[in-house]
Nanobody, 125 residues
Framework: QVRLVESGGGSVQPGGSLRLSCVAS????????MGWFRQSPGKNREGVAF????????VVADSVKDRFTISQDNFKNTGYLEIDNLKPEDTAVYYC??????????????????WGQGTQVTVAS
């Protein structure tokens, strides 16, 4: 059974940084891509980044490209999303996900069928 567990969220002031983690079991990130998504109240879930090809290639959404960095540690089977210069509009629940069924690596949430429980990020002064 594939399971993803996120951690690292919290409350931070604008301009701060966070590193979110996603620990996987039942799937190897070296064989599957992994995506990060976020959802704030009243909004659709949006993809912010995904990593593939054993962690050697990645795509980050244009809207956050200058502040978000995605990476993974294949030995630890853990994915990371580092967010710098946090802004109030980054407030959301952040999820990691894996497209175990579709094998499609993309920013669109519909391709992903295994999701973590999410970690809350709140940015406020």
């Amino acid at each position: 059974q594939v399971r993803l567990v996120e951690s690292g969220g919290g409350s931070v002031q604008p301009g701060g940084s966070l590193r979110l983690s996603c620990v996987a079991s039942g799937v190897s990130f070296s064989d599957s891509c992994m995506g990060w998504f976020r959802q704030s109240p009243g909004k659709n879930r949006e993809g912010v980044a995904f990593i593939y090809n054993g962690g050697t290639r990645s795509v980050v959404a244009d809207s956050v490209k200058d502040r978000f960095t995605i990476s993974q540690d294949n030995f630890k089977n853990t994915g990371y999303l580092e967010i710098d210069n946090l802004k109030p509009e980054d407030t959301a629940v952040y999820y990691c996900a894996a497209p175990i069924r579709s094998h499609v690596c993309a920013l669109a949430p519909r391709f992903y069928n295994v999701w973590g429980q999410g970690t809350q990020v709140t940015v406020a002064s």
